[in-house]
């Protein structure tokens, strides 16, 4: 039982005793890595998208210092 545990080892708190424990016990049991896997899922997508992107542009060989060919870039995007 869980007070007989405290009364052998009265130096390991228990989450009745220490409230920091009862609340990370609760946050760790309330923890849904749903939501963070999908932010991850969207950050991936975004970095292959912008991968891609750059690939592209580095096949197409453009200069970058011509204003008219960025902004028929521009319009493609």
Not at 5 to 10: I, L
Request: one cysteine or more; charged letters at 30%; glycine letters at 2%.
């Amino acid at each position: 039982c869980g007070s007989c545990v405290s009364s052998r080892f009265p130096f390991i708190p228990t989450a009745s005793t220490n409230p920091k424990a009862a609340l990370k016990s609760k946050i760790v049991a309330e923890f849904r890595p749903q939501s963070l896997i999908d932010e991850l899922l969207l950050y991936k997508r975004s970095e292959d998208q912008i991968e891609l992107k750059e690939k592209q542009l580095s096949t197409m060989r453009v200069d970058v210092c011509s204003t008219e060919t960025l902004k028929c870039l521009k319009g493609k995007a």
